[in-house]
């Protein structure tokens, strides 16, 4: 057993096991930022307007400023926040020695899909309107952010815009519908996630007319042709596993250089916990060399 990781999930799970059914989205995004968001942060923290989207610029010493990390924060689309990924956003920018800006786009179930990929497409022009060249950005997020990074690209490639240079993916959800065999598979290792919760999130994100199999909400579903370089993160105990592994192995049918990293033992999003977990430090080094590898100079 690997108690540090023992100890992350019960630190979790006690956030999760205080939510009831009358419990307001409003106290869980408290909850959740409570969780995550006490960690002393090492950066520079500037509020902007990106393109009408609020946004953080997160700059760690020394960070390159002509280089950036457009970042979306996890939550399901309804929790999470700057504030609860704030930490993971500094330690990122200081791995790849750039500057990451991070999006609050808007959540559910206040706003529905496509909110939150109108406020991606925007914070992205706005980047560029900044002088940012493609190939000095790379898009990155975790869980449900990690799906909306991909569902940019997307977006960008059939509008015949310019790619951001990579893309850097924890745990992403890349199928809404929860069809993954890991979801069987990784139900009695996952001491958070399983199918009805993940689906019902689905549900609030998209509303009853929402379509789950939409590969512009789902990116599994989408022909993955020209998406830039992709490094994907996963745990091993997470029944989203399935979710990063088949969304890599069909990215390499399409032609796409996309890495798969599956970490022994971990759990979601288990890079948010690096003074615990060995794992996370590493695993946070392996994309600052991703990222320094991709961006150009």
């Known amino acids: ?54 946004a953080q610029w997160v700059s760690a010493p020394g960070a390159d400023t002509q280089r950036a990390v457009l970042y979306f924060h996890g939550g399901g689309f309804q929790v999470g926040s700057l504030v609860s990924h704030r930490a993971l956003m500094a330690d990122l920018s200081a791995a790849a020695h750039c500057r990451v800006l991070g999006v609050d786009y808007r959540l559910a179930p206040e706003h529905r899909y496509p909110a939150a990929l109108d406020d991606a497409w925007a914070a992205y022009q706005w980047l560029i309107g900044q002088g ?19 569902s940019l690209l997307l977006r960008l490639r059939d509008a015949g815009q ?39 999130m689905a549900r609030n994100y998209l509303g009853k007319e929402g ?60 890079q948010q916990f690096p003074t615990e977990l060995p794992e996370a430090r590493a695993a946070i080094d392996d994309m600052g060399n991703f990222l320094r590898q991709n961006l150009a100079a």
Request: no cysteine; proline share 5%; aromatic share 6%.
């Open 1 to 54: 057993m690997n108690t540090a990781v023992e100890e992350v999930i019960e630190r979790v799970r006690r956030v999760y096991g205080s939510w009831k059914r009358d419990t307001t989205v409003t106290q869980m995004r408290q909850d959740w930022d409570e969780l995550f968001g006490g960690v002393p942060v090492h950066a520079q923290i500037e509020d902007v307007d990106a393109g009408g989207v609020k």
């Open 132 to 150: 940012f060249a493609p190939n000095r950005i790379a898009t990155a997020g975790d869980s449900a952010g990690g799906g909306l990074a991909l």
């Open 162 to 200: 310019a790619l951001p240079a990579a893309a850097l993916l924890m745990s992403a959800w890349t199928d809404l519908t929860a069809a993954g065999a890991s979801y069987g598979t990784r139900a009695d290792s996952d001491p958070i996630h399983q199918r009805p919760m993940i689906m019902a």
């Open 211 to 270: 379509n789950a199999a939409d590969p512009l909400v789902s990116p599994l579903f989408a022909n993955l042709q020209g998406l830039p370089p992709l490094l994907a993160q996963v745990g091993d105990r997470e029944t989203v596993l399935d979710d990063s592994r088949d969304f890599v192995a069909r990215a390499k049918e399409a032609g796409v250089d996309a890495t798969l990293q599956v970490w022994d033992h971990m759990i979601h999003v288990f």
